[in-house]
């Protein structure tokens, strides 16, 4: 059992490894990415749902950091316990700025975790995929 982990560490390793040296790959500086994790904060009503909460100056503040391109996805979790924000910011001490205009943290409806998040380039690791299956007429999925 030992051989056979180690055997598929081993081959995903390599595969991660080939598909990264790709000279179209991983080789752009990316801006850094942030995960908030919201949970409720002090003022949060409890048995409200999140849209019961009063979070409307939230809503808007997330609308104008999509506007300006900071905030890439956000929503509620569907067991309403809080939600999660995945934003570009140039550093933690820029990125807790922001969270800091925030109505819901400035409230105390919410509270948050700010968590670093490394995203892939899965189209390009995609592309290159595909171009490596080209030029050897080979499947290279596995």
């Known amino acids: 059992m030992i051989r056979l982990?180690?055997?598929?560490?081993?081959?995903?390793?390599?595969?991660?490894?080939?598909?990264?040296?790709?000279?179209?790959?991983?080789?752009?500086?990316?801006?850094?990415?942030?995960?908030?994790?919201?949970?409720?904060?002090?003022?949060?009503?409890?048995?409200?749902?999140?849209?019961?909460?009063?979070l409307e100056g939230?809503?808007?503040?997330?609308?104008?950091?999509?506007?300006?391109?900071?905030?890439?996805?956000?929503?509620?979790?569907?067991d309403d316990s809080g939600g999660m924000v995945v934003l570009e910011a140039a550093d933690s001490a820029t990125a807790h700025g922001l969270l800091a205009g925030d109505p819901a943290i400035e409230h105390g409806i919410m509270q948050y975790e700010l968590r670093p998040l490394r995203l892939h380039p899965w189209d390009a690791y995609l592309e290159?995929?595909?171009?490596?299956r080209q030029q050897s007429g080979n499947d290279t999925s596995r």
């Open 128 to 132: 290159a995929r595909e171009r490596r």
């Open 5 to 54: 982990v180690f055997g598929v560490l081993t081959f995903l390793v390599g595969v991660t490894n080939s598909v990264l040296a790709d000279d179209r790959v991983g080789n752009e500086e990316s801006p850094s990415t942030w995960l908030v994790i919201y949970s409720p904060g002090p003022s949060w009503t409890q048995g409200k749902p999140v849209g019961e909460q009063g």
């Open 58 to 78: 939230h809503f808007h503040w997330l609308l104008d950091l999509y506007a300006n391109g900071t905030m890439k996805l956000a929503g509620p979790f569907t």
